[in-house]
Each structure stands twice: as C-alpha cells, then as structure tokens.
C-alpha cells in the first residue's frame, strides 16, 4: 500500500466522445434504421472507469491520451467534474478516440471504437508502480497492456474490448475481468483471480478455475446499459483495495454496475460508495 492512509488507483485506458443514437430495434447488418437525434457524450473504457472510482471516493489517477482538440478537452472537463486527477493525461497528435454507439429500447447497444489519440498512449512518464490498484482495458496498444503487467503486481485486467492478449500477461493479472464472450478467449484455469460478467444475471469468482462465488444484481429501470461493465470493473476494484472477501466484492460490484444503467450515458448514473451500500443494506 502506497504512504498515507487513502489507498491511491491509477487507471490506464481510453478516452473517447461517445456519439450515441437510440432507435427501437438494433439494425441487422444491410439495415437502415431511424434514430433519435445525436448526442454527444464522455466516454471510453479507462475514462468511465476512472469517473466511476472517483465516485465511489476513491482516489484516481489517469493514465490517457486525448487529442489537442476540443473533444479531449470535453472529456478532461468531464472527468475532472467527477474527481480524477488527469495530470496523467497527455495529449497526442491524433484526434480523440470517438465510439459510434446505437442503444436500442431496452437499453442494450453495439458499439464502435476509433482508437485516434488512445493508440498513442505509452507508459514513458507514468509510474504506475506508486499505485495500490491499477486497472486496464484493451482499448490501448498491446505493448501498454504487457508492459504494465510487468511493472505492478496489483493490475486488474478487463479484457475488453474482446481481443488475444498472450497467457503470461493473463497469469501475472492480480484479477482478470471478462464478460462471457471475452472469456470464451480465457483459460480460466491458468488465472488466480477471473471474475466474468453475465449481464443482468450478475457475475462469477473463478480461482485457478472453480468458482468461489456468484452474485445477482438488483432489479432496477434499465435506461442504457453503455458503460456498465466499465462501474462494475471500477466497484470491483474499489472492494480489491479494501481486500474484500471475493462474494462481498462481487455483490458491491453487481449492484454498482446495475445503478449505472438508469440513465442516458456511459458516465450519466454513477453510483456513489454511499448509494451502493445503500442498495445492499436488507429492507427493513
Ligand atoms: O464500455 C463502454 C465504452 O466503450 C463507451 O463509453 C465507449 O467509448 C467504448 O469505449
């Protein structure tokens, strides 16, 4: 643990704008639907993380690339509103990341990334290794991946977006976290710590293979489900500072990732530690 008595997490991962259109229905491929106007919004796997972990009071660093452009400074805008300490943010000669997103009505969605500015970022000034926790996605250049792995032992790895990531980067993971088409790519076997998402039906603990535990999350209003795996992945991180038991952590987490799904946005209904406990509290 870093000196001071506040637990330090650094997240190194994308930052996009999220162009985001809702219609009823996805379109299949060769289709053309109608939607509803467009809204730009803050998003990216290592920027809704970072958000979602300053909000649940824990002390943020992140490490990203943004373009020189107005939408980096939107997003910087966006994340420093939450809490996060973006001195770690360089800007790149690329433009911002951009996700064209299509939410449909009940609030699933397809997405797709234009890495820009996120495919620049190197680890050259960050040290990662001052961390307590460091949480990464797969929206960055392998190499950034592989060389954190080798630089902190306390790394949290979602494997999103789904993509081959090499076995000896996997197993020096403290945690891996996948939902259940990125662990399709896993041997699940080989890994410490694999915590897979199962949407609404919440999530597994897998230790070298066997599960440990399992969790439900609340039923709530679904409104968009953009970015709940980004406040699960945080939540769970922010229980694996606490050294939480695996079933506990997972239930803070479960509940963290549904709240995050009643509003619009990839960073538009992030739970505070202080709401999530509320939600785990038994009715009285
Ligand atoms: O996980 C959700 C995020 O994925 C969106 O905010 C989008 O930017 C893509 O990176």
Redesign the pocket.
């Known amino acids: 643990m870093s000196d001071g008595a506040r637990p330090r997490a650094a997240v190194v991962g994308?930052?996009?704008?999220?162009l985001v259109v809702r219609c009823a229905t996805l379109p299949r491929p060769g289709e053309t639907v109608l939607g509803s106007d467009l809204e730009r919004?803050?998003?990216?796997?290592?920027?809704?993380q970072a958000a979602a972990l300053a909000r649940l009071g824990v002390d943020t660093s992140l490490v990203a690339c943004v373009g020189a452009d107005e939408w980096g400074d939107a997003a910087l805008a966006a994340l420093a509103s939450h809490g996060v300490d973006t001195s770690g943010v360089r800007r790149g000669t690329r433009a911002t990341?951009?996700?064209l997103?299509t939410v449909d009505a009940a609030g699933e969605?397809v997405?797709v990334?234009s890495r820009g500015a996120n495919a620049e970022l190197d680890l050259a000034r960050a040290a990662v290794e001052a961390f307590d926790v460091v949480l990464a996605?797969l929206?960055v250049a392998p190499e950034v991946v592989r060389a954190l792995a080798q630089r902190t032992n306390s790394l949290v790895l979602n494997v999103?977006?789904a993509c081959a990531v090499d076995p000896a980067t996997l197993r020096r993971c403290a945690v891996v976290i996948a939902n259940e088409l990125e662990a399709e790519r896993l041997d699940l076997r080989a890994l410490a710590h694999c915590v897979v998402t199962h949407g609404s039906r919440g999530a597994t603990h897998y230790a070298w293979g066997d599960v440990v535990a399992t969790a439900t999350p609340p039923a709530v209003d679904v409104v968009d489900t953009?970015?709940?795996?980004?406040v699960f992945c945080a939540a769970y991180a922010s229980r694996y500072l606490t050294r939480d038991e695996p079933a506990a952590a997972l239930r803070f987490a479960v509940t963290a990732g549904a709240l995050a799904t009643r509003a619009i946005?990839?960073?538009g209904a992030l739970p505070t530690y202080e709401e999530v406990r509320q939600w785990l509290a038994p009715a009285s």
């Open positions: 994308a930052v996009n704008t999220d919004l803050a998003g990216g796997k290592g920027a809704n990341g951009t996700a997103i969605n997405i990334v996605q929206e999103a977006p953009v970015g709940a795996g980004d946005g990839a960073q």
